[in-house]
Every structure is written in C-alpha cells, then in structure tokens.
C-alpha cells in the first residue's frame, strides 16, 4: 500500500523542540521530492519547506527560518521535521506529502501551494502550550 504516515507530534513547552517523521511506504522516496506542510485551526494549508529528490532545499515559510529544518533518510525512507524553538504561532496539524506521479514529481515547486501536491499524510497534531 502506498502511503505517507506522519508521527512525532505532541504537547511542548514554548521553546520545546519537536522532530517530525514522515515514512514512506509502498514506493521509494528517492525518486520524491517531499514538502512538510502546516494546517492551523481555520487557516489554509502552509508550506513550510520542500526537499527534492537530489536534496535541493526550497523554504516556503519565513516565520521558521533558523528553527525548522527538514532532512531525508533514505536508507530509511524517512523525511524528518526538525521543530527547534516552538512558539505559540507553531500548533497546528502538520502534513508531509508528494506526488507519486508526474513529470515534476522529483522537483519542488517554487510556491509551496497545497494543489501543487496530490499526495498527503493524514498528519499529526502539534500543540505548544505551557
């Protein structure tokens, strides 16, 4: 089964750290690039990053920089979030995803807009809170 399976979120004291997996099932994500996305109570979808298929980083959201970063394993085909200095602007359900098909599937768009990506995580939720 093809599938994107988030873990690692949770409650976090602000200025607590977090770090996010992303598994890969069902197809190698090396051949992927993968974005971590973000989804606040009544907000749209955030992109926070993307990583290509050859590690090409592309950053989405300038209220992380200096805090997040993003890091691939492939012998793992893993994609991990790491979450350094969460604030109260951090919380939200936080999503990987991909697009298993397509000519740009190894590419990550310039905008991260959430149409651009077909495939998705179910998420997991991260909440800071003291």
Not at 11 to 37: E, M, T
Not at 97 to 116: E, F, K, S, V, W
Request: aromatic content about 10%; glycine content about 10%.
């Amino acid at each position: 089964q093809v599938q994107l399976v988030e873990s690692g979120g949770g409650l976090v004291q602000p200025g607590g750290s977090l770090r996010l997996s992303c598994a890969a099932s069902g197809f190698n994500l090396d051949y992927h690039a993968i974005a971590w996305f973000r989804q606040a109570p009544g907000k749209g979808r955030e992109g926070i990053f993307c990583l290509s298929s050859s590690d090409d980083r592309t950053d989405y959201a300038d209220s992380v920089k200096g805090r997040f970063t993003i890091s691939r394993d492939n012998a793992k085909n893993t994609v991990y979030l790491q979450m350094n200095s969460l604030n109260p602007e951090d919380p939200a359900v936080y999503f990987c995803a991909t697009n298993l098909a397509g000519p740009d599937r190894n590419r990550c768009p310039q905008h991260g807009q959430a149409y651009q990506f077909d495939d998705w995580g179910q998420g997991t939720q991260v909440t800071v809170s003291s």
